[in-house]
């Protein structure tokens, strides 16, 4: 019934960039924080940036001045944009969607994204 359908990975060589869309369905998505997470190889999961339902973002050290996650409720979507590309930045991109610590969380299937020359 809840769907997370993510978008827009691949492989891009150091310094490029690259835009994730994740597109939710199922839920009230104007109510809900979104955000993306990452998992490297051998590495936890990690929040990358998120944005709540009234528009405020958290970010991740690691991505300031580089990635911008946006959204449109219009059509229950989140973007994620990546810019200066790193090769630290390969991973599973993971889509989710929260709206309470009482329940658990919706999650995308993830989407590699490796960076690499």
């Known amino acids: 019934q809840v769907q997370l359908v993510e978008s827009g990975g691949g492989l891009v060589q150091p310094g490029g960039s690259l835009r994730l869309s994740c597109a939710a369905s199922g839920i009230i998505f104007s109510m809900y924080t979104m955000a993306w997470y990452r998992q490297a190889p051998g590495k936890q999961r990690e929040l990358v940036l998120s944005i709540s339902s009234g528009g405020g973002t958290k970010s991740a050290d690691s991505v300031k001045g580089r990635f911008t996650i946006s959204r449109d409720n219009a059509k229950n979507t989140v973007y994620l944009q990546m810019n200066s590309l790193k090769p630290e930045d390969t991973a599973v991109y993971y889509c989710?969607?929260?709206?309470?610590?009482?329940?658990?969380?919706?999650w995308g299937q993830g989407t590699q994204v490796t960076v690499s020359s």
């Open positions: 989710n969607a929260n709206y309470s610590p009482r329940v658990p969380d919706y």
